[in-house]
């Protein structure tokens, strides 16, 4: 797992795999913030978990090396990207193609790509006056934000919508999708056909 943040999406899928709904573990959680409450989230529970700083890693490159190298230490076969803000490496990716979740609060490919995480998200929904929003998993590619959808869920936009009020709804559906993608993951059954994931 891969946070930047709170961690409530972390949190959701330590209580799915507690609750034995997913066939899998959490093995990591990596942060590239020390003060992510993610990581203090991991700790209560057991899970290894660590900050890597992009800072004292001295590049981009070599940031995503050590999380690279983090990840296979650790044996993780599938990576999930919860709240996690830098854009993935690609050395990361081509190690783990069709192999990395990531869950973005909007429906992709509306209002995403570089620059559209957290409350923009949210702010660029109701500046354009869309009717209803919602949450994406999607596998991670080279672009941001492109790779195979994996689960949508949508949530209405209501009159008097903040940015703060819509991302609360957004993020009740995040927790359902996130632990559900995971879930069909580790039972073998999403299949990749180029662009599609079929549910099987
Ligand atoms: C939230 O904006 C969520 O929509 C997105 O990442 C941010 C933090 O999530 N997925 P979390 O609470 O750290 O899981």
Redesign the pocket.
Known sequence: ML??????????LIDAVEAGTIDGQIVLVLANASK?Y?LERARQHGIPAAFVSKKQAGSDEAFNDVILDKLRAAGAELVVL???LPIVGRQIVRAYEHRIIN???ALIPAFCGPGM???H?HEAVLAYGAKISG?TTHFVDEQVDHGGVILQRSVPVLEGDTPETL?AR??TV?HEILPESVRLFCAGKLGVDGRHVHVL
């Open positions: 946070c930047s943040g709170g961690g409530t999406n972390l949190q959701a992510a993610a919860a709240g996690y869950i973005h609060p995480y957290g409350h998200v949450a991302a957004v993020l995040e």
